[in-house]
């Protein structure tokens, strides 16, 4: 299912997300679902308890607007499991295409306006608990979501990836495939960020 919201407005204000979401009939998706990925134990830093996936879109799971080979196999290869992740894409939709790639999927999509995205997505991160949140992203507009995080994995995509973006992620993977695997097998999580 996807819910997107108007492009232009402003989320940063989880309220006003919620408001708008009620006005137009839609589940506030922020909230914590009632699954949860099985706790993936870290030797040297502790279980990572996992309930969500934000994605940034542009550069992350697309090029150029349409969606990487694979990914969507992926994301509902995900969302099939016992334990699946929330999934919430969040994006500027800059070549208007969001709607139609993500339909059919397994997630929420947010809309996001110009100016502050950064922030915009904090604060979306922030509204569903950090600590259960796995942010992807490449860009420098991912930065302070990729480091609020519980984990954070930054992309390196046909686009590149910011430096901010890198420096902000606890695991930089060479693309958006490599990434969704990590949460497919999790163990090879285990083995990069084990102390």
């Keep these: 299912m996807l819910w997107t919201f108007p492009a232009g ?37 502790g279980p990572l308890t996992l309930r969500h996936l934000v994605l940034d879109y542009n550069g992350t799971l697309a090029l150029d607007g349409n969606l990487v080979p694979g990914v969507a196999e992926r994301l509902t290869a995900l969302a099939a499991t016992p334990s699946a992740l929330g999934v919430h894409v969040l994006t500027a939709d800059t070549f208007g295409q969001v709607r139609q ?12 306006g110009p100016g502050q995205q950064d922030q915009a997505k904090l604060e979306y ?20 979501m990729l480091a609020a995080a519980g984990l ?30 990590l949460l497919r097998h999790p163990l090879r999580l285990v083995a990069t960020l084990r102390n």
């Design 9 to 45: 407005s402003d989320y940063a204000d989880h309220e006003r997300v919620v408001d708008t979401a009620r006005k137009n009939d839609i589940p506030d998706q922020r909230r914590p679902q009632e699954k949860t990925m099985e706790p993936i134990d870290i030797p040297g830093h």
């Design 101 to 112: 790639q993500l339909a059919g999927l397994p997630c929420a999509c947010q809309v996001i």
């Design 125 to 144: 991160v922030r509204a569903l608990d950090p600590a259960t949140v796995v942010a992807v992203g490449n860009g420098r507009n991912d930065r302070l």
């Design 152 to 181: 954070g994995l930054a992309v390196i995509g046909g686009e590149g990836a910011a430096r901010e973006a890198l420096d902000a992620a606890r695991v930089v993977c060479l693309s958006i495939l490599d990434a969704l695997d």
